[in-house]
């Protein structure tokens, strides 16, 4: 577990120099925006995500060097998404990683603004990637075609979207909850059904485990999904093994959220960084439907089949999936 | 004229078309998301930028159905921008091409989240655009970075800071508009210069005149160069012609945005479809600038520029010019 701790911190180390060269090199733009930028980037975090994009492209004979660009894009799309999420109109949070949220520094506007820029220098820095020999323009753009796909309509966002509407679920509250919202839209919303609101129209049912799933699946799954997929289609990985590594980004992506909301009820907002505001927004969490215990069994059966799903690759460096494992046992033991 | 005007529409519906067709291909989307995401993109407008990309691939020999994936994803781009614009946060606008804005129908959460997903989008139905075979992956990369240059923080993203804290300039009350939108954010921000706000580090000059072509080459006339620069790229214009067409684009962007401001002032609430927010607001225009006169001989000059930058094109099918030869005299006498 310590090789792994020493693995994560150097690379993130590596993703925080690289993501300083990114935002040093924005000709053109006011400096409020490049600041209110920067601010939010290089306010910390673990940085699991460049991190999983290293490790899945090493597992697949890469090197870190090869996959950088996609890598820092992966940081920056996770920061826009929390930008946007502290949002007054979303969230209204005051602090992220003990720091004020980037609106109360720059205010509402330039947060706005900040995340949008963000947000699409992802896939200029991205696009980078293609220049890079041993990757080149094919792989990148297959790579950027799916990650697009996973932080957009069809994944993040669609999760984010019934996370605004499920507050309140768990507390059976959920029908006077949305009420409130929908007087702040349009009448014509009000009949639609709760599906509308939650699950994609294709879901088979309607019931709180089901928007629990499908919200984690989405909010923070399909990014961690995203790392890994975009550090093995840039590596060219593909048949049996994309299908195993896909089977533990999903496995470890569903305990990074598990996790998450066990620290929402046990840690204190001095080890979060920010306010333990799920519980307190009755929120729909894997703790308020299955408690603390049958969380955390959830989340070892979880890693078990992560480890199952390495065992099972064949085109890898044996010696290079230390991180990958090290990755599924950090996020269960995880306690800040 | 004429002839030009039936172009336009007849390649605006087929975008329009080809736009459902995209939206109709998100899965795993709650309904209200895509939902919210159409409202915006069926609300109507030229389909200019489109139009644009299909005409400029077209004059270096590629057809339509060649680019279609990219026309569209530059059409996503100025919809998200137009319904982040209109959130009250930033313009707080209740109509857009006489329709209530997104906002007003699916609350403020709901809009700047479609707003988000149309932006990832934007890249995924992009990068389609390499598996059409007369285009490939290295031509639509390269073009895709290029337009997500112009769309961020070194170009439309920018152009929309400064304009957030332009306000006012024109009529000498930068200083207080600016004191009240800090009173929102920190207080870190009071002292620094009008230059952080408004300009890029690296202009030469701070003055309402700089600021305005700053604005108004960013906010609008960087999406209006990236269209006309991606039907180039994806057909692999290089060389002399690049430069041409790229000039071609900055003269039009311009007359563009000079004719938004001639008609803020002269046209009607009905005819724009949206308030006439700018003159009100005491936002930095051409006209508060250079007076209507002195705006429309502006339009005149960049138009006769446009013109003969596409004179000068060589490794480009003559007859197939005519379109953008007309949109350079469209810009200049749409009165709607």
Not at 22 to 27: A, L
Not at 179 to 191: I, M, P, T, V
Not at 284 to 294: P, Q
Not at 301 to 310: N, P
């Amino acid at each position: 577990m310590k090789e792994f701790e020493t693995y994560l911190k150097t690379n993130a180390k590596l993703v925080e120099k690289n993501l300083s060269k990114w935002t040093g090199k924005i000709p053109n733009a006011p400096k409020i925006l490049t600041d209110a930028m920067e601010y939010s980037l290089q306010a910390g975090g673990k940085r699991v995500r460049p991190v999983l994009v290293i490790a899945t492209a090493e597992a697949f004979g890469k090197k870190a060097a090869d996959v950088m660009p996609a890598a820092c894009a992966l940081e920056m799309l996770h920061t826009y998404s929390l930008i946007h999420d502290d949002l007054p109109c979303m969230d209204n949070d005051d602090l992220r990683r003990g720091k004020p949220t980037n609106h109360k520094v720059f205010g509402e506007d330039l947060a706005l603004l900040a995340g949008d820029a963000l947000l699409t220098y992802v896939f200029e820095v991205f696009a980078q990637n293609g220049k890079i020999k041993t990757i080149g323009a094919a792989n990148t753009l297959a790579a950027l075609q799916n990650f697009a796909h996973r932080a957009g309509a069809s994944g993040m966002v669609g999760g984010q979207t019934s996370d605004v509407y499920a507050e309140g679920m768990s507390t059976q509250e959920a029908q006077s909850i949305r009420a409130e919202k929908l007087k702040k839209s349009s009448k014509k919303l009000a009949d639609k059904s709760l599906r509308y609101f939650l699950l994609p129209p294709t879901a088979k049912e309607t019931t709180p485990e089901a928007v629990l799933r499908y919200i984690h699946e989405n909010k923070t799954g399909a990014l961690i999904r995203a790392s890994v997929e975009t550090g093995a289609l840039l590596a060219g990985a593909k048949g049996a093994d994309l299908k195993h590594i896909q089977k533990y980004a999903d496995c470890i992506g569903l305990v990074f959220q598990i996790v998450d909301d066990i620290l929402d009820v046990t840690a204190t907002t001095k080890q979060l960084g920010k306010s333990n505001s799920d519980a307190q927004n009755g929120k729909l969490t894997f703790v308020s439907l299955f408690g603390l215990e049958g969380s955390r069994k959830h989340a070892q059966l979880l890693i078990a089949k992560a480890q199952k799903a390495l065992d099972s690759l064949k085109n890898v460096k044996r010696k290079n999936l230390a991180p990958l494992y090290g990755m599924a046992e950090f996020f269960k033991t995880r306690t800040y």
